[in-house]
Structures are given as C-alpha cells and as structure tokens.
C-alpha cells in the first residue's frame, strides 16, 4: 500500500502563488506515476498533471501557468501554481500509480484565489 499526505493549499489573491506538495510513504518502490487532479464545485474530477521518474505531463487545465516537480529521493511531488486565476479554485487531488495495484489519492487540499 501507498499513502499519501497533501500540503500547501490555502486561499489566495489573484496572481498570486502557491506550492502544493504530496509525500509519499509505504510501498514507495512500486510507485510508477505521480501526479495532480482536481475538482472544482459542481464539476468533474480532472487530470492537472503527472510526472514519472522520467518526464512529465500536462492536461489541458495544467498548461502554462502550473508547473509540476518529482523529487524522487523524497518520494514528493510538487504543483507550483503561478499567476493564480480564480477559475483554479478546487479541491487539488495528488494521484499515485503503482506498478500493480490501482490509482491511490491523497485527501485533498482546497485552493481558493479570490480578491
């Protein structure tokens, strides 16, 4: 098994900056991909970005002002948020993929960019 445990959500002003963070423990050596969804009010869940021991990825809903970071000696992976719009705000999912079991999910973590 794998668990996960979300950091650095909070509410922020429009154009501003935030760092999410999502440590991993357990069964870390079956960890294959990590990566960020999230879920705003009244909308479905959605893929933000992933990142694998090699490269990474961005969905639409990631690109441009997001940028995500795997530290694999820490087992963490990162979503820095830059130039925050208010259409960011949602409940941030970080996603594990293991070698052989399914998907696992941190608890969430609620952004909110507002004046």
């Known amino acids: 098994q794998v668990q996960l445990v979300e950091s650095g959500g909070g509410l922020v002003q429009p154009g501003g900056s935030l760092r999410l963070s999502c440590a991993a423990s357990?069964?870390?050596?079956?960890?294959?991909?990590m990566g960020w969804y999230r879920q705003a009010q009244g909308k479905e869940r959605e893929l933000v970005a992933t990142a694998t021991r090699g490269s990474t990825n961005y969905a639409d809903a990631g690109k441009g002002r997001f940028t995500i970071f795997r530290d694999n000696a820490k087992n963490t992976v990162y979503l820095h948020m830059n130039s925050l719009r208010p259409d960011a705000t949602a409940v941030y999912y970080c996603n594990v993929v293991t070698w052989t079991d399914p998907a696992y999910w941190g608890q969430g973590t609620q952004v909110t960019v507002t004046s």
């Open positions: 357990g069964s870390i050596f079956r960890i294959n991909t």
